[in-house]
């Protein structure tokens, strides 16, 4: 098997692990619905839509080719996992198998569900190991012995001489702004660094969508991981006047009620419920508040700025225009990782303009990108 069958054969197989975790019926998704509701904080009807909806098991043939195409050639690659969006693992693996043949996994110590039992699957599949496909979880990282290793050392192997480059390892980091930085000057000779650090999705409405429709199609991109991943809208900017934001709002608001009561926020611990307590009262000063059983949805109808709400099902509505979107989406600087739009008009691509690296998709299908690679593109 030549080298870029391998690393194409190493995702597949990754990807079929990850079908087995999204089939309720497998012994690997029992597993996976019994455990992740301890762990995500998600409910288990959370869990449930995640696994079902959300693991990107089905990608197309262009897909996969891109996902290829685009990642990097190491003899190793080490992955270092948050705990935000508990799919996440899934794509990262991927993305990990086609970059390298060896590959170390450092799950979150905070929910390491998934990465755990894809590691379980591939090292038990022969598929994978015929395309010199090898991975194991560990606790800590050892970049520098990584680094440092020459070429004929264990793994050295599993690489042809096409394949043997100056890249020794890739370091792939998913997590804080905080956690790249330190993680990077970890990171020695030889070691490139792919570092995915916080990032946040935004919501634009145009002046031709139908607000009912438009925000049932929010809804269905709040509610997977309870808004907490960095494809999660966490502010809808609406082209037009006042009286149009607040109408987008109240159906917004009764679209995340309609859908909490099938799948339920996970619950809040004492941080997340000062942060919405703090949003809460802040907003009392420029706008208003809708709340229901499990969400909350802020309208600022004259902003200023924009006032980040927490990733609770928390929703910051606000009306704008083309001309003034770049002074109010500035501050967020690089954040912006996914923009959903509906309904024509200037605003979306004054939006996207100012995040030209964001993933740009239409309402309702902010949560469900191609599996092309990894979800931010901002470092591709």
């Known amino acids: ?32 619905r019994r455990r992740l509701p301890l762990t995500s904080g998600l409910s288990p009807e959370g869990v449930a839509l995640a696994l079902g909806r959300h693991l990107e098991v089905a990608p197309t043939r262009g897909e996969l080719d891109a996902l290829v195409a685009s990642s990097g050639r190491a003899r190793r690659c080490h992955v ?69 290793r020459a070429p004929g050392d264990a793994g050295d192997g599993a690489l042809g001489d096409a394949e043997r480059a100056e890249v020794l390892a890739e370091l792939h980091i998913y997590g804080t702004d905080q956690t790249v930085a330190a993680l990077r000057a ?15 999705g935004i919501a634009v409405v145009g002046p031709g969508a139908m607000l009912a429709e438009a925000a049932r199609d929010i809804a269905g991109d709040v509610v997977p991981f309870d808004q907490r ?50 949003y809460r009262a802040t907003l009392e000063a420029v706008g208003s508040l809708l709340e229901g059983d499990g969400h909350a949805v802020g309208l600022d109808p004259a902003p200023r700025s924009l006032l980040l709400p927490p990733a609770a099902r928390v929703v910051h509505v606000a009306a704008t225009s083309a001309e003034a979107a770049p002074s109010l989406l500035a501050p967020l600087g690089g954040a912006i990782t996914a923009i959903g739009a509906g309904g024509g008009g200037r605003l979306a691509a004054a939006a996207s303009a100012m995040a030209p690296r964001a993933r740009v998709s239409a309402l309702g299908a902010m949560q469900r990108p191609p599996l092309d690679g990894p979800v931010d593109l901002r470092t591709r």
């Open 186 to 200: 970890q990171a020695g000779p030889g070691v490139i660094v792919r570092g995915h650090g916080a990032g946040l």
């Open 80 to 148: 270092v996992l948050a705990a935000n969006v508990c799919t996440a693992p899934l794509r990262a693996v991927a993305v990990a198998t086609a970059t390298a043949p060896e590959v170390l996994v450092r799950p979150s110590r905070r929910d390491p569900v998934v990465a755990e039992l894809l590691v379980r699957a591939l090292q038990a599949d022969e598929a994978f190991a015929r395309a010199r496909g090898a991975i194991a979880l560990v606790a800590d990282l050892d970049l520098g012995g990584a680094a440092a």
């Open 1 to 32: 098997m030549d080298a870029g069958a391998a690393r194409r054969a190493r995702v597949e197989r990754a990807i079929a692990a990850g079908a087995r975790i999204a089939d309720p019926r497998d012994p690997l998704g029992e597993e996976a």
């Open 229 to 278: 991943g960095c494809l999660s809208p966490r502010f809808v900017l609406v082209e037009g006047p006042a009286e149009r934001a607040e109408a987008l709002a109240r159906a917004l608001h009764e679209a995340l009620g309609e859908a909490g009561a099938r799948i339920p926020r996970g619950p809040l611990d004492g941080a997340t419920r000062a942060e919405i307590a703090m």
